[in-house]
């Protein structure tokens, strides 16, 4: 058996932003059967409808496209903005969910991690990403959740987190390969 994509979308676009850190930190910490293709966001057009044909459609949404249809898994790494997701990661869910006929995102199995620099660690920007994700087909693993306040705190001047942080993420690591195992069927 080959080994699986889980394509990897940070909501900020930041250069050093926290949810980067984090999405490094998993990607170092998923098992050898999965590799981690970071997804480039911010060069997406806002969408429109009106661009969506063979003669304007901007390559940056083709290339999504293409990349989220190729992914066996997805995995978000969000901030929270005003109690919501940001506006990139909703764009690039609209983006790829588009033409409705041939929505990139149907049947793949997913997770979040959401974090904040207050308490509540990114809830709103959460439950918000995982309703459009219900609507878009994206199984989305229930269990553990992951909302991780306090973030600033946690990550060191290097990009390393403390040993709690990165058991908790090695926890969330192995139960979404786990989730990408139990949705999709195994082949030789």
Not at 119 to 126: D, E, H, V, Y
Not at 147 to 162: C, E, M, P, R, S
Request: charged share 20%; aromatic share 8%; glycine share 10%.
């Amino acid at each position: 058996m080959g080994k699986g994509t889980i394509g990897i979308l940070t909501g900020s676009l930041r250069r050093d932003s926290y949810s980067k850190k984090v999405a490094l930190c998993l990607s170092e910490l998923l098992g050898a059967r999965f590799s981690a293709a970071f997804l480039e966001l911010s060069d997406l057009p806002i969408y429109n409808q009106d661009l969506d044909n063979e003669t304007d459609l901007p390559p940056a949404w083709g290339r999504l496209r293409r990349e989220v249809k190729a992914a066996d898994a997805v995995l978000f790494v969000t901030p929270e903005y005003n109690r919501s997701m940001p506006p990139v990661l909703k764009n690039a869910l609209d983006i790829a969910s588009r033409p409705m006929t041939e929505n990139a995102w149907k049947g793949k199995p997913g997770a979040v991690v959401s974090l904040s620099p207050g308490g509540i660690g990114g809830f709103g920007a959460n439950h918000h990403l995982r309703q459009s994700a219900a609507c878009l087909g994206i199984h989305m693993m229930q269990q553990p959740e992951a909302y991780i306040g306090g973030i600033a705190g946690l990550v060191d001047a290097d990009g390393g987190f403390d040993d709690k942080t990165r058991d908790f993420l090695r926890t969330f690591a192995a139960a979404f390969e786990a989730w990408i195992d139990r949705l999709t069927p195994q082949t030789s």
